[in-house]
Structure formats: structure tokens, C-alpha cells
């Protein structure tokens, strides 16, 4: 086969030993699942596997590298927007509840980052509080720019995130609610509350006249 060719059948078949090493760990947990059973769910032996990994650790790492690429992605198309604070936080509790619903997504909350080298914990921790920031960015910048009413954006980003983690614990495929639904409905009910509503404009009409004394009388 061409380098081409051989490149991209490599790289599709390492996506294939993902794509399955996250379901199988999504399911069992990290700990009780094994190589053999991702080798056997692929049909392969599980030598095959360290053509592509050279531990189940780093498949783990891979699988949560992918869904913070993910989260960087549409971080990075927010951040380039001129929205102001309040829709900058909408888009990013929507895109974020979406990834939620996606294995690589839950593989963010759902994994513990102590299973992982110091280095790659490192990494983990890291890029955890860089999406922490974002969301306090988004709401302190609608505070600034007067879509966002006053509040502590510490706390806030914690309640918010708080609520978008547990997405990635129970949402399962083919339910009720499409993962798009859900995210709209977070999106809503997460912000409504600090959205700021613009002031009321009084009425400019013209005050009432007095009766006359003994007119109109009931």
C-alpha cells in the first residue's frame, strides 16, 4: 500500500482500539476492564494492540485527550465571537452539555486522572481548571458588559459545571430526550436566572385629570 494508504488504515484501526477501549471502560469501569476484552470486542489478539498503545494508561489518556480536544474546539470558536458574556456562557453550557453525551466527553468526568502517569495527571488537572476559567471569563465578562446580573463567578461556575458534569454520568443513547434537547433545556434553565433584565420604561402618559367636585359620583 502506498505510505498514504498504510497511514490512514493505521490510524483508522487506532481509532477503532479508542472508540471501543472508552465504551469498555465506560461500562465496567478502568479497573475491571481489560486488553483482552478490548482485543476480543475487536477481533484481534491483544499483541496487536501495542502496535498502536503501549499500555491500557495511555489508551486512557487518548481517550480523554479526545474529549478535551473537543472542548478546546468549540472553546475556541466561543472565545473568537464578539456574543457578549450572557451568549458566550449559553454557547458554552450547550456545546458542553453535547459532550457530555458523547463517550469521549463523559470520559472527562467519568475517569479519574489519579489512574494516570504524574505527567498526564498533571495535564488532566491542568486543562480542568483552564475550562473552570472559561466559564468564570464568560460570566464575569456579562457582568462587565451588562447581560449578566452581579454575582460571585466562582461559585457560579462551580453550580454550572457542577450540573453539566453529571450529564456525562447518566445520559444514555436512545432515551427520552436527544443529547441536542438536553443541551438546549441546560442552556435555558442554567443562564435564565442570571440573565439581566433590561429596566422597565415608564409610560409617558399624560397624568389623569381630576374629577370635578360632585361629578361622576357612583
Known amino acids: 500500500m502506498p505510505f498514504e494508504s498504510r497511514r490512514r488504515a493505521r490510524d483508522e484501526k487506532r481509532d477503532a482500539v479508542l472508540r471501543t477501549a472508552v465504551q469498555l471502560f465506560l461500562e465496567q469501569g478502568y479497573h475491571r476492564a481489560t486488553l483482552n476484552e478490548v482485543a476480543e470486542r475487536l477481533n484481534i489478539t491483544k499483541p496487536a494492540l ?9 489508551i486512557l489518556f487518548e481517550c480523554w485527550a479526545i474529549g478535551q480536544e473537543q472542548v478546546d474546539d468549540f472553546i475556541a470558536e466561543i472565545n473568537a465571537s464578539d456574543d457578549n458574556g450572557l451568549v458566550k456562557l449559553r454557547r458554552l453550557v450547550r456545546a458542553y452539555a453535547e459532550n457530555m453525551a458523547t463517550d469521549y ?6 475517569f479519574d486522572p489519579r489512574d494516570l502517569s504524574e505527567k498526564n495527571s498533571r495535564i488532566v488537572r491542568a486543562a480542568k481548571r483552564g475550562i473552570d476559567r472559561t466559564f468564570r471569563k464568560y ?3 456579562g457582568m462587565a458588559d451588562g447581560s449578566i446580573k452581579p454575582c460571585d ?21 436512545g432515551g427520552e430526550l436527544s443529547a441536542e434537547a438536553i443541551a438546549g433545556e441546560f442552556a435555558l434553565r442554567l443562564t435564565e436566572g442570571l440573565a439581566a433584565r433590561p429596566a422597565r420604561k415608564r409610560a409617558a402618559a399624560a397624568p389623569a385629570k381630576r374629577r370635578r367636585a360632585g361629578g361622576g359620583s357612583r
Open 50 to 58: 501495542y502496535n498502536y498503545f503501549r499500555s491500557k494508561e495511555e
Open 105 to 110: 466527553g463523559a470520559s472527562l468526568v467519568r
Open 139 to 141: 460570566i464575569a465578562e
Open 153 to 173: 463567578p466562582k461559585m457560579t461556575a462551580f453550580m454550572i459545571a457542577g450540573s453539566l458534569n453529571w450529564i456525562g454520568h447518566w445520559f444514555q443513547p
